[in-house]
């Protein structure tokens, strides 16, 4: 990631006030030690201005030793990492357990003590950053230490964190993705897309909403190009980021 251009100079500045205002962030509330990812499913570190990893310049972790951002599978491991995939929203770790604001008892079943404890997590509020094209990153603000008022300290500024975590991923991802122009999927590209992610073929879909199995295939390979991706595998899995398909009902 270098800085070739005065816009990616700019955007690149603008990340790094962000990564010192989540570390701010962090030491105001008596969580000082941060962990940041754009993106969960790849191993690769987010960077400064400088090339080198937010992690090794701005962000410290309890263990300074252990460098994760190195460790490829450490995202697999991390029970952090596994229940920021379950919540949209921000939680926290206290004394042994995940909660929220409400009941989340998926959130709430994750074995997470003796992994925190591995890595030295005696409490922590991590907030997901779920963003377009279906990618999550996410801020881990933790102490070595147990925090006693944790869950005041979590209902009081939860937003605050949520929103610097979302803007710092969000500022981030900015440099590594081109979506090309928008794309807007009619009612019956978005009908089709969800009965073929459902499964169905082209004739099932036609009997379905009543249209000929040719038309289907149409309005399929349509918003295929809209997308601009290739096939019907492609372009189910680019709507379903985009929010259009979701788990709603047909």
Not at 215 to 223: D, G, K, P, W, Y
Request: aromatic share 8%; proline share 6%.
């Amino acid at each position: 990631m270098t800085a070739t251009t005065g816009e990616d100079r700019e955007r690149l500045a603008r990340v790094m006030d962000l990564a010192l205002r989540v570390r701010e962030l962090g030491a105001e509330l008596g969580l000082p030690y941060v962990a940041a990812s754009a993106d969960i499913s790849s191993p690769e570190p987010m960077l400064g201005p400088d090339g080198l990893p937010l992690a090794e310049t701005t962000f410290q972790w309890l263990d300074a030793g252990l460098r994760y951002w190195r460790d490829r599978s450490f995202a697999l491991r991390a029970p952090f990492i596994l229940a920021a995939r379950y919540a949209a929203e921000p939680f926290f770790y206290h004394q042994g357990r995940f909660s929220s604001w409400r009941p989340l008892p998926r959130l709430e079943a994750i074995p997470v003590a003796e992994a925190a404890e591995d890595f030295g997590v005696a409490a922590a509020v991590i907030a997901p950053a779920y963003l377009t094209g279906g990618v999550i990153g996410a801020v881990v603000w933790a102490s070595a230490e147990p925090v006693a008022d944790l869950p005041a300290l979590y209902a009081a500024h939860a937003d605050r964190l949520h929103g610097a975590a979302l803007r710092l991923v969000s500022a981030y991802r900015d440099g590594l993705t081109d979506d090309g122009p928008l794309a807007r999927l009619t009612k019956r590209e978005i009908q089709c897309l969800k009965w073929a992610a459902a499964g169905k073929t082209d004739a099932d879909i036609g009997q379905i909403i009543g249209i000929s199995g040719p038309t289907v295939r149409f309005h399929v390979q349509n918003a295929a190009l809209k997308l601009r991706v290739a096939g019907r595998a492609q372009a189910i899995h680019r709507a379903t980021g985009l929010g259009y398909l979701g788990s709603a009902a047909f």
